[in-house]
């Protein structure tokens, strides 16, 4: 699995993430390659559902980023019966379990974040016991030690692996912060990550990992 997930984490309308979800296709990225990231930012359950819908729409994957058990239970049933991958961030590997009883037959997935490869390991190690399949997010903000931890996440296949080189990227951003981070995205790619978070506004960036990705 290869995919290019768009980034829509300070996004409040729902009409926004559609638009560029769109504007990644017209870049080229196919809806079996392209994802969705989605930041619960709200309480209001109909807003990030919304969001969510939105994106199942247009893309083969969606990440929810919460720290919500509420939140990421909400989103399970409202993904239920889509063939798309959902995948969650941010709750604690000790909710697996209770996740996994509202999955059924959802591709849900659920990240074991950390620092260190133990770290990874053992949360990795937890969530399959859950019966739930591991994602593998490495929180390093070092560029090649999150390549390194990527790599060897790689060689012990523990799981999905998701990089976000840029996610806190901003509409205002300077041109060298969205250079930086199509460079880290190829370079987190080239080190084995299967889905790498991006943001959309700069619809250049998305056309040559694209060209990554297919090869």
Known sequence: MRVIAVSTCDVMDPLETRYKLIRAKLAGVTTNML???LKVLTERREMYIEHLKEGMKHAGMALVLTESIEAAE???????????????CGVAASSARRLSARAKDLNLYITAA???L????????AIQAAGVKPAIAAESQS???????LREVGNRDLGLR??????????TASEYDMVRQAALAMLYLRYGADVV??????????QP????ICK
Request: charged share 20%; hydrophobic share 55%.
């Open 35 to 37: 994802g969705v990231a």
């Open 74 to 88: 909400n989103c399970i049933e409202a993904a239920r019966g889509w063939r798309g991958a959902l995948v969650v």
């Open 114 to 116: 950390g620092d260190t």
């Open 118 to 125: 133990q770290e990874i390991i053992e949360k990795a190690s």
């Open 143 to 149: 560029p090649m030690k999150v390549a390194a931890l």
């Open 162 to 171: 998701i990089s976000f080189p840029g996610a806190c990227v901003k509409d």
């Open 197 to 206: 978070v991006i943001e959309a506004n700069f619809k250049w960036a998305i």
């Open 209 to 212: 990992i694209a060209r990554l």
